[in-house]
C-alpha cells in the first residue's frame, strides 16, 4: 500500500502516493496503516473494515499500479537520432559581456566549465551543420540555435553559418534560434535576422523591472545592463510590431 499516515493537531491524515492526494482519515484507519507500514500487523488483517473498503473501492490504499516502466520511444531513438534530429545547438563562444549572479558557467560553478575565451570556428560549425543535415533526413523544419557565453559576441560568425545552413538545407524549412543577454544587439544585426529573409527567434534574457533584473544580470564590470537590455528590446519592436506576439 502507498500510503504514508500524517498526524496533526488537528487530525489523522494519509498521503495516497498512487493518487497524489492528502484524505483525512479516521483514527483507527490511521493507527492501521502506521502498525502495517511499521511492519506490525499483517496488511490482509484490515481488509473487512468499512472505511478501508470504501476508500479501495474509490482507488485509494492500493497497491502500486505499477508494473513495469518503459519507455516506448528507446525503441525509436536509434532511428530518430539516424534521420530525425529536430535541432542543432551551437556553443559560438564561451564568452560573455555579462557576468550574472546565478549564471551556470560562473567563476562558482562546479560542476560546468567556465567563462572562457574559447570559440567556435567557422569550420566546426560547417561540419556540425552537415552533421546535423545527414541525421535529419526525415525532419521537413530542421532548427539551428546558436549559444553561448553571449552568442551576438560572433555576429560575423553567425552570418556565415545561417548562409551555409540554408544552402545545406535548401528545400527544406530552415530556422534559427539564438539565446542572447541581448545587450550587443545592434541596427545591422536586426536587419539581419528580421529584414534579410531568414527565419530567426531571439530568446532573450530578460528577469523583470530594473530593480529585479539588476539584482543579478550585470555587465561582467559589475555595471547595471538593464537599459541597454530593454533599449535593444524596444529596437526590435519599433521596427518589427509584429514580434511582439
Ligand atoms: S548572459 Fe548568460 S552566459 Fe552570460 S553571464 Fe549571464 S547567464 Fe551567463
Not at 525509436?76 to 564568452?95: A, G, W
Amino acid at each position: 500500500m502507498l500510503a504514508l499516515p500524517i498526524k496533526t493537531l488537528l487530525g489523522h491524515y494519509i498521503y495516497d502516493a498512487n493518487r497524489n492526494e492528502i484524505l483525512a482519515v479516521s483514527k483507527d484507519l490511521f493507527n492501521y496503516i502506521s502498525e502495517v507500514q511499521a511492519g506490525e500487523v499483517c496488511p490482509d488483517s484490515y481488509k473487512s473494515d468499512q472505511e478501508f473498503q470504501l476508500l479501495q473501492s474509490c482507488g485509494y490504499c492500493c497497491d502500486s499500479p505499477l508494473q513495469d516502466v518503459a519507455y516506448p520511444s528507446i525503441d525509436l531513438l536509434k532511428v530518430k537520432l539516424e534521420r530525425n534530429l529536430r535541432m542543432i545547438t551551437l556553443q559560438l563562444t564561451q564568452s560573455c559581456n555579462f557576468r550574472c549572479d546565478y549564471c551556470i558557467y560562473s567563476e562558482n560553478s562546479l560542476y560546468n566549465r567556465t567563462h572562457s575565451h574559447n570559440s567556435m570556428s567557422v569550420s566546426t560549425a560547417k561540419h556540425a551543420i552537415e552533421f546535423f543535415k545527414m541525421h535529419s533526413i526525415d525532419n521537413p523544419n530542421p532548427v539551428v540555435a546558436f549559444y553561448g557565453g553571449e552568442p551576438l559576441l560572433r555576429f560575423s560568425e553567425i552570418k556565415q553559418i545561417t548562409q551555409y545552413a540554408e544552402q545545406v538545407f535548401e528545400g527544406k524549412h530552415i530556422s534559427f534560434r539564438i539565446t542572447t543577454n541581448c545587450s550587443l544587439l545592434s541596427e545591422d544585426m536586426v536587419k539581419f535576422f528580421f529584414d534579410s529573409g531568414h527565419e530567426f527567434y531571439l530568446l532573450i534574457s530578460l528577469d523583470g523591472p530594473q530593480q529585479i533584473h539588476d539584482k543579478s544580470r550585470h555587465y561582467a564590470n559589475g555595471e547595471s545592463s538593464y537599459q541597454a537590455v530593454i533599449d535593444n528590446v524596444h529596437m526590435i519592436l519599433d521596427n518589427h510590431p509584429e514580434r511582439n506576439k
